[in-house]
DNA sequence: GTGCACTATTCTCTTAATGTCAATAGATAG
DNA sequence: CTATCTATTGACATTAAGAGAATAGTGCAC
């Protein structure tokens, strides 16, 4: 029952429950676009991906809702897999020209965003 | 006119807009609370603390809503301040016991999060 | 052959967070 | 006396996220 939002870090921290705090989230535009760059992939293969890095709380049926609207967007493209599943079809999704300018964008964004937080690290050891 | 969300990184790119990606806004709860850490202040001047780190983006009514809501969690206390300002009252808040346990808990989320952006990194840079 | 676990995706409803802007008002400089 | 800067609040609209039900193919065990 992830619930995020204002006062995460107090829910999340004192009982050790499956919430994630709004940052993991924004991080899922990136990270799919990165992750499609390295290699094609559908839906249910992109969640264990996740949780390869460590992003273990998004509910699946944000990542596909997510996916869809990045198609929407035309950053990704997708074909249906009816051979070679090991279940009902699945949507195999690959970047598009358009989806490498935006993690172009994105890389930029996460550069900053380190950036930011490195400061707020420096100012909590100052502390 | 920032419109966060889905498809961000185009709409920021292609237009030079004033738009912000979701993860600025997601790192608005710790920074105010490092801020506050350092030393009280008032939305106002916490406004431009915020500039000086480069989230310059954030509507101030949003600020103050945070700050609002903090409050509500006992994670900060605030005073009016009548004397000594250069306008109106204004609310000076400091950090609590309680938020500084909350500071404690976001800046492990915050680590996770720079590892998690480092492994993107990794995968962009190897393609 | 049927029941179960795993694979795979979509849809819908609800809830929560953000965006935006108007309203209010004290202080100060020209 | 009015424009600008300081300072905060409130309400409303929009968007995103959380959660779970529904659907369905595959493969294995019994």
Do not use: C
Request: charged fraction near 25%.
């Amino acid at each position: 029952m992830p619930r995020r939002g204002r006062g995460w870090a107090m829910r999340a921290g004192s009982r050790g429950e499956e919430i994630h705090s709004p940052l993991v989230v924004s991080l899922l535009e990136p990270t799919l676009l990165v992750l499609l760059k390295e290699q094609p992939g559908h839906g249910y293969s992109l969640l264990s991906e996740l949780n390869a890095l460590d992003m273990t709380t998004i509910h699946p049926s944000v990542v596909y809702r997510t996916l869809r609207e990045m198609e929407t967007l035309e950053w990704i493209e997708s074909d249906w897999d009816t051979d070679q599943t090991q279940g009902p079809p699945r949507r195999t999704y690959r970047l598009t020209a358009q989806g490498e300018e935006a993690l172009r964008y994105w890389t930029q964004e996460l550069e900053k965003t380190n950036l930011i937080i490195d400061k707020l690290f420096a100012k909590i050891q100052k502390g």
